[in-house]
């Protein structure tokens, strides 16, 4: 499996504080069953950003002490980039990191209370550079809790999203985990990404949210997030969904009725 989005680069942002945690997070992660993980810092406008060459400078230090801890795992840079309107100004000037560093994806990232207005105009032209906008964890943002709707409406525009393994386990609370669990089952999610920032406390991190993955989606829809749609990402290609996108709706919840899925009631394409 690859890890599109982490926070493993010590001493860079809100994540891994030291090598040696970042070490831990990593081997926490490669016995969940990650191969591959992409490096994602929290990349910001303005004059201290954490720029593209500092990125690959850290990642190959990382890269060096995974190696040298025998931790059978390949790292990658990337960036979690925080959207701003001249973010295409900045891509197209090669400041601002690609998953991977291959060029073609970019992670977005939105404020979580609110959904900026030139938020479309941004995508819109990343698209029109040649780059494809990855939205990190569309669950958690309030605006598309309230109003899920735009996410299927950029999924139909080829903005790509990618769901935080965490929001199943509830960490970022019922709406977050249960917007995550809509979006899985209207076949909305093409990536996957621990968003891990520290080590976790539990025994089989992320086994059971990569489970409860699973058991919405099945097992075919689960290689293509965890695996063959990260492998086109990094190679370049295409990441293409053959259908039209739909949403699944929710209704009332019935009197004792409390499952998710005993509210679904309409899809909306």
Not at 88 to 96: E, F, I, S
Not at 109 to 121: F, K, R, S
Not at 208 to 236: A, D, W, Y
């Amino acid at each position: 499996m690859i890890d599109i989005h982490s926070h493993i680069l010590p001493g860079v942002d809100d994540g891994s504080k030291s090598m040696a945690e970042t070490i831990e997070i990593v081997r926490q992660l490669q016995e969940a069953g990650f191969k591959t993980i992409i490096a994602t810092p929290h990349v910001l406008e303005g004059k201290d950003y954490l720029r593209s060459a500092d990125i690959r400078a850290i990642t190959d230090q990382v890269r060096f002490q995974v190696a040298a801890a025998e931790i059978q795992v390949k790292i990658l840079p990337g960036a979690e980039n925080y959207i701003f309107p001249d973010m295409a100004k900045w891509a197209r000037d090669g400041k601002l990191m690609t998953l991977g560093d291959a060029g073609k994806y970019l992670l977005v990232e939105l404020p979580l209370l609110e959904i900026p207005h030139y938020t479309d105009q941004v995508f819109f032209e990343l698209q029109v550079l040649g780059l494809t906008p990855v939205l990190a964890h569309p669950e958690r943002y309030k605006g598309l809790v309230e109003e899920p709707e735009r996410v299927l409406d950029w999924a139909k525009k080829g903005i790509l999203l990618q769901l935080d393994l965490r929001s199943l386990s509830g960490k970022y609370g019922p709406q977050a985990k249960g917007l995550a669990k809509r979006l899985l089952g209207s076949d909305l999610i093409h990536f996957m990404g621990s968003d891990a920032h520290r080590v976790s406390q539990r025994e089989g991190a992320y086994g059971e949210e990569l489970r409860s993955v699973q058991g919405i989606v099945g097992e075919k829809k689960f290689g293509e997030m965890t695996l063959l749609n990260p492998q086109r990402m990094l190679e370049g290609e295409v990441v293409q969904r053959i259908g039209e996108y739909c949403l699944m709706g929710v209704g009332r919840e019935k009197k004792g009725k409390r499952g998710f899925w005993s509210r679904i009631s309409k899809i909306l394409c």
